[in-house]
Structure formats: C-alpha cells, structure tokens
C-alpha cells in the first residue's frame, strides 16, 4: 500500500507547524516570562525531575544538570541577559581565588572590593543609570531622553548572593567553591534566582558539597509549601489585586473607603504574592534535597518595626543587617550612630527595591521609624505588657507599615500622598456596609485571610504534619482541591510575582 504524496506533504507541513510551535512555547517571550505560577514551568519541572533523580549520584553530572536547566529558565525569563549571569559568576569565582591566594591583607581587601564594585556596577547600569540621568538633568534643567535599558529578572537578588560569596570568602567564613560548575549551580539555582530567597552561601554550599537526597519528609513537606504558595499567589493575590489595581490606577475616582480598602488589600495582596513566591521556591528545592530557610514568618503580627524586620523578607534584612548594617558600625558606635545606620541601612533598602524617589522614601521611613522604637525603648520597658497595650502597638505597626506600602505600590509619589490624603479626607464610616454588600466576596477572603495570619504556628505545622504523614489518596484529595481553587479564581492571564521588577 503506497502513501499518497498529498498526504507525505501535508505530513510534513503539520510536521513543521508542530515544530514550529513547540519552539516558540520554548523560546523567550519577553510578554511572557516564565513563572512559577505557570503551566510550562510545572511541565518542565515534572519532566526534568526523573533525570535529575537518576542523576543524583553522581555530583558532577547533577550539578551540570541543574545549572543547565536553571540557565534555560533564566533565559526563558530574561532572554539573553544569562549570557551576564554566566559571566558575573566566572569573574566572581575567579577573585574569590584570588582572595584565598593573596596572602597580604590589604591586598585580599583589594581584590574583595574589586568584586563588590564591578558587581555594583553593573547593577547600578540596569538598575539607576537612567533615574540618575533623571536627576541630574532635573538639576541642570536639560532635555532627558532616558536610555533604552531592560532590567535583567532578578539581578538584584543574585547580586547580594555574589556579594555575600566574596566577602565571606575575604572573612574565611567559606572557602572559594573547587571549581566554577559549583559556584555557578549556587548563583543561578533556578528555585531562588529571580525573586529570592537571597540564600547565602556559607548556608546552601555545604549542602551541595553533602549531595543528600531528599527525604520523605523534605518531598512531601516541599510539596505542602508548592500548594501553599499557589494558593496564596494564584487563588487569593492575584484576586484581591483586582480590586487594589482599581483604587491605584485611578485613585481620584474613589471614596477614602474604598481607598482604604485597596490600602489594606495591597497590604495583604503583596505578602500573599511574595511569601507565596517564597513558599513555592522553598517547596522546589526541598524536594530536590536543598534547605533554602524561612523568609516570611507572620509579619504583620509584628508590635513593632524591629520585629516586622525580623519576619518580613528575612534573607533580606538578615542581608543588610550582616553586609551593610554591622560593617557601618551597627549598634557599637553609640546611640547616635547607631539611629544613622540603622536610617542609612533602610534607606540603601528602599532604594534597592525600586529606581525611583517613592522606594527612597518608603525605605527612609523604615529607617526613621525603627529609630524611634530603638529611642523609646526605655519607656516602653516601663509600660505594663497586657491585651489593652499589645493591641495598640501592633495596630500602630499595621497601619504605619500599611501606610508606607502605598508608596511601594502607586505610580508615583504625588499619586501616593493622594491616596492617603483621600482616606483621612474623604472618609464616612456608613460607607462600610455598603462596601461589603457590593463586593462580599472581596471582604469574605480579606477577613479570613487575616484570621489565618493570626492562628498560632503550632497550627500551621501540625497540618503540614497531617499532609505529610497522610495517604496519598488525601495527599492528592488536596492537591485536586486547591488545583479547583485556582481554576474558580484565576483570572484571565497569569499576573506577574511584584518583586520579578526587583
């Protein structure tokens, strides 16, 4: 029986379409990076996970493996820019020997520097070449054109990685990784690459160099994290968003209610969408046997700034208080000094978030504020610790740090002392049940979203215990549950994580 040639050449041409096709799904889209939320990473990951099993035993074909995966995902995120994440890696692991090597002090201080500085500068280029130009041309009064720049996804996280690599090389708390596949497999690990955690490496290399696998424990525990995170990102963020993108996007059009309540919902709405991000990254790696730490722990249970510091984004502030807040002097130099670092510490904070004068200012704000709570401390030692006191200092701390996140989320800083004034300005309490009756769904996840951040952790472990240690049929009981979830709630298009602009 012979083919038709109509048939081989129709064969050929569906052939290509496929082929065709399957590449731009593979290729980098820069409208459409690529998320942990979205349904091609989940594919690769499932796809990849057999081999990097079977590969497991043997280190130097697992860490090929890996970096080599985890350079597809950056480039299907930031296109071409893993070309510069290659590089900054083989500079970086090049100086680091060079500091184990160079046996006088300064000269190892030279090389140290060298580091920081070609890496500050490269993401400053990205990062604040055209807000300076900005500036600059603002006190000149010139004509400015700013530079067609594109930010690389995530270059501020692996760049505090790197810094942290090469002066804990310079200290001697870590020895300069054996070959550059390694320190590269650290730089670029594709569960913390583009939004964090900031691992550090005197914490994730001896893991690497231990290659253990992954327990049960770490797998299911891991996937417990992946459920959360999707959940907190795909079902309630991404949700609660859009109603706060309205109030934002055109924030003179509505009441100090409603203003009010995108407020509290974008206060709740970039915690879900970050720890969510930070939950699913956790999840990734603890299946593939890596422990990354914890990087949110409750924040808004906070009484005071210094504690909200110590539960948000935690591998950042545990960043800057180690590389920038103790080398400035910490707390050593006096009452003085230290009210300047801690102001300096924040401020250098809020302007890594973001180019722009409203980070600056978000950032100085936390500065000032925990200076005050440091400056009142001896009063406040004095006040009785009972329900009545608690209450207020984590109601001021809620609303203080609810405030400033305007700044984090309007256009601009004229547009976010416009919301603030709109709430205190144009506020009338018998708005409140009218509200709720014309977006009950909205209210409904809002409230339980806060009974959920206030039920003690004891709760949360003893049900990711029960997940853990549950048989598979519940396993995958919940897993359908909240992939139903997703499905009910998602909106029209995959919504980006906020802190991918970082």
Same mark, same amino acid.
């Given at each position: 029986?012979?083919?038709?040639?109509?048939?081989?050449?129709?064969?050929?041409?569906?052939?290509?379409?496929?082929?065709?096709?399957?590449?731009?799904?593979?290729?980098?889209?820069?409208?459409?990076?690529?998320?942990?939320?979205?349904?091609?990473?989940?594919?690769?990951?499932?796809?990849?996970?057999?081999?990097?099993?079977?590969?497991?035993?043997?280190?130097?074909?697992? !860490?090929?493996?890996?970096?080599?995966?985890?350079?597809?995902?950056?480039?299907?995120?930031?296109?071409?820019?893993?070309?510069?994440?290659?590089?900054?890696?083989?500079?970086?692991?090049?100086?680091?020997?060079?500091?184990?090597?160079?046996?006088?002090?300064?000269?190892?201080?030279?090389?140290?520097?060298?580091?920081?500085? !070609?890496?500050?500068?490269?993401?400053?280029?990205?990062?604040?070449?055209?807000?300076?130009?900005?500036?600059?041309?603002?006190?000149?009064?010139?004509?400015?054109?700013?530079?067609?720049?594109? #930010?690389?996804?995530?270059?501020?996280?692996?760049?505090?990685?790197?810094?942290?690599?090469?002066?804990?090389?310079?200290?001697?708390?870590?020895?300069?990784?054996?070959?550059?596949?390694d320190y590269l497999f650290f730089l670029s690990f594709f569960p913390a690459l583009v939004a964090g955690p900031i691992v550090r490496a005197d914490y994730f290399l001896p893991q690497l160099?231990?290659?253990?696998?992954?327990?049960?424990?770490?797998?299911w525990g891991g996937l417990w994290l992946i459920i959360l995170g999707i959940l907190k990102k795909a079902v309630i963020a991404d949700y609660i968003a859009q109603y706060n993108d309205l109030?934002?996007?055109?924030?003179?059009?509505?009441?100090?209610?409603?203003?009010?309540?995108?407020?509290?919902?974008?206060?709740?709405?970039?915690?879900?969408?970050?720890?969510?991000?930070?939950?699913?990254?956790?999840?990734?790696?603890?299946?593939?046997?890596?422990?990354?730490?914890?990087?949110?722990?409750?924040?808004?249970?906070?009484?005071?700034?210094?504690?909200?510091?110590?539960?948000?984004?935690?591998?950042?502030?545990?960043?800057?208080?180690?590389?920038?807040?103790?080398?400035?002097?910490?707390?050593?130099?006096?009452?003085?000094?230290?009210?300047?670092?801690?102001? #300096?510490?924040?401020?250098?904070?809020?302007?890594?978030?973001?180019?722009?004068?409203?980070?600056?200012?978000?950032?100085?704000?936390?500065?000032?504020?925990?200076?005050?709570?440091?400056?009142?401390?001896?009063?406040?030692?004095?006040?009785?610790?009972?329900?009545?006191?608690?209450?207020?200092?984590?109601?001021?701390?809620?609303?203080?740090?609810?405030?400033?996140?305007?700044?984090?989320?309007?256009?601009?800083?004229?547009?976010?002392?416009?919301?603030?004034?709109?709430?205190?300005?144009?506020?009338?309490?018998?708005?409140?049940?009218?509200?709720?009756?014309?977006?009950?769904?909205?209210?409904?996840?809002?409230? #339980?979203?806060?009974?959920?951040?206030?039920?003690?952790?004891?709760?949360?472990?003893?049900?990711?215990?029960?997940?853990?240690?549950?048989?598979? !049929?519940?396993?995958?009981?919940?897993?359908?549950?909240? !992939?139903?979830?997703?499905?009910?709630?998602?909106?029209?298009?995959?919504?980006?994580?906020?802190?991918?602009?970082?």
């Amino acid at each position: 029986m012979t083919i038709p040639m109509l048939d081989i050449d129709n064969l050929i041409h569906n052939g290509r379409i496929a082929l065709g096709n399957i590449w731009n799904m593979l290729a980098y889209d820069p409208t459409a990076p690529m998320l942990f939320s979205s349904g091609l990473f989940w594919l690769l990951f499932i796809l990849i996970l057999p081999v990097y099993v079977a590969l497991k035993s043997s280190k130097p074909k697992m !860490v090929f493996f890996v970096v080599l995966f985890s350079l597809y995902f950056y480039y299907k995120s930031s296109g071409l820019f893993f070309l510069m994440l290659i590089a900054t890696s083989y500079i970086d692991w090049l100086i680091s020997w060079r500091i184990r090597k160079t046996e006088s002090r300064g000269g190892k201080k030279a090389w140290m520097w060298l580091s920081i500085c !070609v890496s500050l500068s490269i993401l400053g280029y990205f990062k604040y070449a055209n807000f300076f130009l900005w500036n600059w041309n603002q006190m000149v009064e010139g004509n400015f054109q700013p530079l067609d720049i594109i #930010l690389p996804v995530g270059i501020s996280f692996y760049t505090f990685q790197s810094i942290s690599y090469v002066v804990d090389v310079y200290k001697e708390r870590i020895k300069p990784t054996r070959n550059w596949i390694d320190y590269l497999f650290f730089l670029s690990f594709f569960p913390a690459l583009v939004a964090g955690p900031i691992v550090r490496a005197d914490y994730f290399l001896p893991q690497l160099a231990k290659n253990e696998r992954a327990t049960k424990e770490m797998i299911w525990g891991g996937l417990w994290l992946i459920i959360l995170g999707i959940l907190k990102k795909a079902v309630i963020a991404d949700y609660i968003a859009q109603y706060n993108d309205l109030i934002f996007n055109d924030p003179q059009l509505y009441t100090g209610v409603q203003t009010l309540m995108g407020v509290l919902g974008y206060t709740m709405q970039i915690y879900c969408d970050f720890s969510g991000y930070s939950d699913m990254a956790i999840g990734l790696a603890l299946i593939m046997g890596f422990h990354l730490g914890i990087n949110f722990n409750a924040p808004y249970q906070s009484r005071n700034l210094t504690e909200f510091w110590r539960r948000w984004h935690i591998s950042l502030s545990s960043w800057l208080r180690d590389y920038l807040y103790i080398p400035l002097g910490g707390n050593r130099k006096g009452t003085f000094r230290t009210y300047v670092n801690n102001f #300096l510490t924040m401020l250098i904070g809020g302007l890594w978030h973001g180019a722009a004068w409203k980070f600056v200012f978000w950032g100085a704000m936390h500065g000032v504020g925990l200076a005050v709570h440091k400056a009142c401390q001896p009063i406040l030692r004095k006040i009785p610790d009972n329900f009545f006191t608690v209450f207020i200092s984590w109601a001021l701390t809620f609303i203080y740090v609810s405030l400033l996140w305007v700044f984090f989320r309007a256009a601009s800083f004229e547009e976010s002392i416009l919301i603030i004034k709109n709430i205190f300005v144009d506020f009338d309490w018998w708005q409140l049940p009218q509200f709720a009756q014309a977006r009950p769904e909205w209210c409904i996840m809002m409230v #339980l979203l806060i009974i959920c951040h206030f039920l003690p952790q004891s709760w949360g472990d003893a049900m990711e215990r029960f997940f853990v240690r549950s048989p598979w !049929v519940v396993k995958l009981g919940i897993f359908i549950i909240a !992939v139903q979830l997703v499905i009910e709630f998602m909106t029209s298009e995959v919504a980006p994580f906020i802190y991918f602009q970082f």
